[in-house]
Each structure stands twice: as C-alpha cells, then as structure tokens.
C-alpha cells in the first residue's frame, strides 16, 4: 500500500528531537524546510517513506537527523555491536561526500550536548565500498560502525558473508540515496532481492528513499517498500514435510555429488509431489506501506538553448574551434562553472582545449584551437580546468572535488559522476555540451547550479550540429515543464535471479518455497511464478543435459527429496566473484611505476592500440605508456608530450522512447508551419517567434533549426 502525503505543517517539528539535536539544527539551519518538515514526523513514527523534492532541499538531513536522533539517544548505545543506520549510494563518490558531511551535524550535536549538560554516546561512522582495503573489512566485522555508507554491490557481497554479515542483524533504518537512478535498470532489480535478503536477519527495517527527479512516484515507493509475502490455507510447495536435515550451512555430504559428472549433482528421479503451480494460488503479495512526501518545490530553473556559432551545416571540425572560446567566456563570467559532456573522451578533450585556449589568451594570442577529429590532445597542463569521470581513480576524483569547493577551481569539466548529489560546493552555472539526453539528466545536471535551498538554477546548452539543436530544445522545454519521462522497473529478470539464488545459498540452506516467498517479497519479482523460479534453480543446479554442456559446473546442490538448495564448494566464491549488474567494460586499471598507486582506468580496445611509449591523456593530464601487462597499465607522467585522447566504449548516452516521441511530435509541428513558406529563401519570421515562444532557444538556434 503507497500513501501520499502533502500538507502544509507549519508546526516546529523540530521539536520531535532530543535537546542537543533541535539545538543543533535550529542553530545551524534554522527553519526546517518543506521535505523535511513533511517527512520527519512520519519517519520518527516508523513508517517506510519516499521523499521526492528538488536537488538542494535537504532531503538528505532529512533522512539522516532522525537517524541520528535515535542513536544519540540511546543510552546503551555503547554496549550494543551491530550496524544500526545503513546508507546506500548509488556511487562510491556519493557515499564518500555524506561520510564528510555526516562529520558537521556529529560535531555540532555533541558540542550542543556539552553545552546542555547532557550526556549522548558516541556515534561512529564509516564506508564500505570496492575500493575499502581488507585490513578495513575485517575492523569493521570485529567492531561495528553505528551507521555504515555504502553501495548496493557492497550490501551484497556482505550479506554473502558468512562472518560480515552479523553486523547487519541489528539494523534498524535502510537509507537509499538516489533512488531514481536504480528504478529502471537491473541495479535496482538486484538491490530489491538483497534489501529482501537483509530484512530476513533484520527484520521489520524502516526503509527511507530519496529521489529529486521521477515519475510516477507510486513505481518508485513499491520498489522501495517491497511487498509481504504469506501463504492462507496451503503451501506454495505442497508436499510432506521435510525429512530431518543437518545444520544448515554444513558440508555436502559425499553421496551427494557423482563422481561421474565432474563434480556436478547425480541426476534425480522426477519429484514425486504436485504440481507447484496448486500452491501458487495460495500465495497472498501485499506491498509494504510506503508513505510519499512528494514537495516538488518552487525552485526555479532558468535555461536556455544556443545555436553553433558561425555553423556551416553542423561539421564538429568547424563547431569547437569557436564553441570553446564561449564556454570560457561563460566561465570567466561567473565565479564558479560546471561543465557536463555526455562522454568520458570529450570530458577529456573539451578540459584540454579550455586549457589550451585560456593559455592562448594568458600569453595574448588568438582564440582558436583545431580540434580535428579529437583523437590527439594539446597536452596542455597549465591550464585551471581539469575532467572529472567515472574512470578516475577516487582518490584523484576526490582531490578534484575538493579544489572545486575550496574555490581553487574556475569550473570543472564532468559526465554523469557529478549530476548527483556530491558536494561541491557553491555552482554558479550550468553549461551542457550538446543535448542532456533526458529530461531527467537535464534536471540532474542543472540542478548542481544554485544547489542551496531556495536559489535558482541558471543552464546553457550548446547544441553541436543541426539534429543536436532540435533535441536539446526539445528536451530544454520538456525540463521547464517538468515533464519528466515515466519509469518502468524491470520485472522478473532471471539472470539477476539466478545470482541472488547462488548467493542466499551460499551462506545457509534453502528449503525451496521459502526462498521463493522472500524473492517474491522484491517487487519486480511480484509476479514471479513458480515453474519459472524452479527453472533458474534447475540452471544452476546443474539440470541441463550433460551431453550437450559437459564443461559447465553447478553452482549450487537441490536435494530434492528434501526440495533444499544446498552449497557446493566454490558456490561462495562464484557468488562474490561475479556479484551486482554493473556490465563489466573490459577495463584496464591505470597505475604509476609504484604498481600500487591507481590513476584510473582505460578502455581495453584503447589499451590494444596503444604501445610503450604512447602518451595520453587522462585526469587532464598526460602519461606515458612505461608497459602493458596482462591486467593493468603502467603509465609514469609526461608533461608536454602531445597524447592521444582515450575513449571508451558504449560510452555515450541513448535516446529514450519519450523524447523520440516528443521529438516526432516537434518535427510534424514544425514542418506544418513551415509548409506554407517551402521555395522562399527568407527564414519566415513567424516560425522564428514560434520556436523562440515555445522553446527557450535563442534566435540563431531558431535559425538554424528552420534552415536545417
């Protein structure tokens, strides 16, 4: 069941807290805003809930404080082990940025503490991610954190954890930051299954979701909230009871397995019980309660599209040499940039050319810089602007950021790594560089300007060629009226399945129609039926004709005259070897001669091109190929070589099938209007003030997009 709620409580709801706590954020925030006024009394009286509002409306406080309330004050905090608030971030960076700004409420509430007189315990926070060393790992299993931030892969690979997962028993909130970014692809499928996982050692977990861009908001609440999942007046399996087993977990035993099958399960006899499809319709799915706070807010968003400067038909070759000298004028005219590309590569080459055009007018001279065809950079590295992606190292993505927000940056050039909720400080200005895609993305993107509450967002887009310009006003009109495409989660993914099977068995038995109640507990596997279910456990079991797959291995045991899944050796390291839904890209991590420190990474069909001795650029700074091996690069700085610029595969956005829509629509309107003045050679005025009215594009763009 989804609530929505929308009032309009003035009341201090602030007052709901402990002293140090109100203290604290009347203190250092004053009046709480709409999203947090909204969600805090519905979060302190349990209930799972979805807050939607806009980029800076402190959703995010509003999650947190009241977890921190709680534990700040609990008495007996110290004496009790175990996770209490878990955060999940979508992105490593996210979850590294809220550690940091965890530490300023912490601070301030036991400073106000102090003052008050008033005895709270201490609260510890930490990370868990890929990146966390295992020396890190294994302090974290023998001395819990109070609130742990991290990713859905993370989750999983803890909950795989026959000893790491312990700390999980105790958790009392599941945060999940970002949630629009999980909805419509299979990370969000793979983290219902693992939230279902947890709420079977910690269960009853308050769940609180936050989304600043997503519709409709009821799919995104039921993928949060999952569903209950119980049986009336039957089995979903009927069959006789279960024969006495041993402890769960334990050792196969030896006639398990036959010897014949290369270690594979003996065949069985066909079972002996009913069809599972009589069961089925015992099953009764309710979806969790979920209360929406829905304040999509008054922040407002000034945006704008322009036309090429001087284009001749809309050749790249001929477009940036012009188009970068105005995005350093927008620069310069602000105090602080962000620039967003919609690929790692031009991230790379458009931080190259402002370098290289800013250092041309530091020394005096012309603007213009030949790009080509982008394969080969400047090299130039004295330049203020620098790229920002996702194949950077943290720690160097981390130092970046950091600059940016300490003002030792002018602007930053960045991808989809910086449209969420990372601090970095006071935005200025928005520049996107060709068509955002997606309404949502242009949302996200724009949405980094004037990020504190109440301020208003200032976006250019600069289209790049004539098809370019018309999807950029197409998708500018669609953000100004926040008409942002619907999400649809996918359902009943069974590649997703079978690796969550493998992992849930990896650290317990299974009997078979209780791990299919808590897979039905997910929301995308609402409709899951049980013939398809016990098809995937047939697949990784090992029931497939041997014959036909003689080299595949099963992962997993099904004893059937018990119907339990059961491990294998190797079933847990199958399961945290090949954990989450992120494709693996191939990609070659990048290291100094050390071997140790990490630079970032490189796109394995770059890598094939490139020799000894190649330089290239990456981080907007250029190395040098000092060798290849098998895994990784070893790559030593080389500051003024003329490098290549790197690419990445399957790097660039696609088009979604609203803006197609919309985009068809665009087009049949603008070829209706434009009927009547076929063979003039004037641009018609009216269509102008058309495109103008309608879209905020500007009038060179309306040219161009008539003429085109």
């Known amino acids: 069941m989804v609530r929505t709620v929308s009032t309009d409580n003035d009341t201090d709801v602030v007052g709901l807290f402990s002293a140090p706590v109100a203290r604290w954020f009347r ?55 175990g996770i209490r608030t878990l955060y999940i971030s979508p992105l490593k960076a996210l979850g590294y940025d809220v550690e940091r700004n965890l530490e300023e409420p912490m601070r301030g509430i036991e400073e106000a503490a102090k003052s008050l007189g008033v005895e709270i315990p201490k609260v510890r926070a930490d990370v868990r991610t890929g990146d966390t060393p295992s020396s890190a790992r294994a302090r974290m299993v023998r001395n819990p954190p109070h609130i742990l931030i991290t990713t859905p892969e993370s989750l999983y690979l803890i909950l795989t954890s026959p000893r790491a997962r312990s700390i999980l028993s105790t958790v009392e909130t599941v945060i999940v930051d970002e949630i629009h970014t999980l909805c419509a692809n299979k990370r969000g499928v793979h983290l219902s299954i693992t939230l279902e996982r947890l709420e079977q050692i910690a269960p009853g977990f308050q769940r609180i979701g936050l989304s600043a861009t997503q519709r409709p908001l009821t799919e995104v609440a039921r993928l949060l909230g999952g569903q ?10 009927p069959h006789p009871s279960p024969l006495p087993s041993r402890e769960r977990g334990g050792p196969l035993c030896p006639s398990d397995i036959s010897p014949a ?9 066909p079972s002996p019980w009913p069809s599972p499809i009589e069961g089925e319709g015992n099953l009764i799915v309710e979806p969790r309660p979920v209360s929406i706070v829905d304040c999509p807010g008054s922040k407002k968003i000034e945006i704008s599209v322009h036309g090429m400067p001087d284009a001749d038909g809309g050749d790249p070759s001929s477009i940036w040499p012009k188009l970068i000298p105005r995005v350093l004028d927008d620069i310069e005219g602000h105090d602080t940039t962000l620039v967003f590309s919609n690929s790692r590569r031009q991230a790379e080459n458009v931080a190259d050319r402002l370098n290289a055009v800013w250092s041309a007018r530091e020394q005096g001279e012309n603007d213009g810089v030949a790009v080509g065809s982008g394969e080969v950079g400047t090299g130039t590295e004295d330049g203020p602007f620098m790229a920002h992606h996702g194949s950077l190292s943290d720690t160097l993505r981390r130092d970046i950021e950091e600059k940016l927000k300490a003002g030792e ?3 930053l050039v960045g991808t989809s790594s910086l449209e969420l909720g990372i601090d970095i400080g006071s935005i200025d200005l928005v520049v996107q560089l060709q068509s955002p895609k997606t309404v949502t993305q242009g949302l996200q993107r724009v949405g980094r300007a ?27 009109r669609g953000m100004q009226e926040r008409r942002v495409g619907a999400v649809e989660v996918p359902r009943n993914s069974l590649d997703v399945l079978a690796q969550q099977i493998v992992a849930a068995v990896a650290v317990q038995d299974w009997p078979m129609r209780e791990l299919y109640r808590v897979i039905k507990g997910a929301y995308p596997y609402g409709e899951l039926t049980y013939p ?12 497939y004709p041997r014959e036909l797959f003689s080299t595949l291995r099963a992962r997993i045991h099904w004893d059937e005259t018990r119907d339990v899944l059961q491990q294998l050796p190797g079933t ?20 100094l001669p050390d071997r140790k420190t990490r630079v970032g990474e490189l796109d394995e069909e770059f890598v094939f091109e490139s020799g000894e001795g190649d330089a290239f650029v990456l981080g907007s700074q250029v190395w040098r190929v000092a060798k290849i091996d098998d895994d990784r690069v070893i790559a030593e700085p080389a500051p003024g070589a003329l490098p290549r610029m790197p690419f990445w595969r399957g790097d660039f956005p696609w088009r979604p099938l609203d803006l197609s829509e919309a985009l068809a629509e665009f087009r049949a309107e603008a070829a209706t209007r434009l009927m009547p003045y076929v063979g003039e050679e004037e641009t018609p005025a009216e269509v102008v003030e058309w495109l103008m009215s309608e879209f905020p594009v500007d009038e060179a763009g ?7």
Request: hydrophobic share 40%; aromatic share 6%; charged share 20%.
């Open 450 to 476: 004037g990020h504190s509450v109440g301020e208003t967002s200032y976006g250019k887009i600069y289209g790049t060629h004539p098809e370019d310009l018309i999807e950029a006003a197409v998708v500018a």
């Open 261 to 269: 099958s290369g270690g594979n399960p003996a065949p069985r006899s």
């Open 228 to 237: 209950n999942v119980s049986s009336v007046g039957g089995d979903v399996h």
């Open 409 to 411: 940056l002018p602007a």
């Open 27 to 81: 203190e250092c925030h004053g009046v709480a805003t709409e999203p947090q006024r909204e969600a805090w009394p519905r979060i302190k009286s349990g209930d799972n809930v979805l807050i939607h509002s806009p980029t800076g409306s402190g959703k995010t406080l509003a999650a947190f404080l009241s977890a921190l309330d709680a534990l700040y004050s609990d008495v007996a905090l110290s004496k009790r082990k």
């Open 702 to 708: 309306a040219r161009q997009i008539i003429g085109y």
């Open 532 to 543: 398809n279910f016990e098809g995937v456990v047939k697949l990784v079991s090992g029931h």
């Open 572 to 591: 847990r390291m199958m399961a945290i070897s090949n954990g989450g839904a992120i494709v693996d890209r191939g990609l070659f991590p990048v290291v």
